[in-house]
């Protein structure tokens, strides 16, 4: 993990997590802190948003529709976690999976390479050239 962006401050994290954990019984009290204990780090859909924004002008070369990615991406994953039926109607389907999986492994790999300390300049030319190494085979 490279952040560590949290949705609440640690001081009002552990301020309403310990209002919490006060008002119920102590047999309870295990259950509902191992359910707390990662609750305070952003989700699935604000990660992805962040490097969506962050690599922005890289990404938008081979996935025009950032925030329809993204929808998709999270709505697929909570519905394979959760199993929740609702979501069923708006998950990637079947034959755009492999679009989706090569986008998310460039995704990832434009996320490594710049981890490493490559510049958006040299990371936006390697995706040009892998573009139309892709488009050769797929």
């Not at 070369?61 to 929740?84: A, C, M, P, S, W």
């Not at 389907?93 to 995704?107: A, F, V």
């Not at 490493?116 to 390697?126: L, P, T, V």
């Amino acid at each position: 993990r490279t952040s560590n962006q949290t949705s609440y401050s640690d001081e009002e994290f552990l301020m309403i997590k310990n209002k919490l954990l006060d008002n119920i019984t102590p047999s309870q009290k295990d259950w509902l802190e191992k359910k707390l204990k990662y609750m305070n780090e952003v989700n699935l859909g604000t990660r992805l948003k962040l490097i969506l924004k962050d690599f922005k002008e890289i990404i938008i070369q081979f996935e025009k529709d950032l925030k329809g990615f993204k929808f998709k991406v999270v709505t697929t994953r909570n519905y394979l976690v959760h199993f929740d039926e609702t979501l069923k109607k708006d998950i990637i389907k079947d034959e755009q999976y492999h679009s989706y999986n090569l986008s998310l492994l460039i995704i990832l790999q434009i996320c490594i390479l710049h981890e490493i300390g490559i510049d958006k300049d040299r990371i936006q030319k390697f995706v040009k050239k892998a573009i139309i190494n892709w488009e050769k085979f797929y």
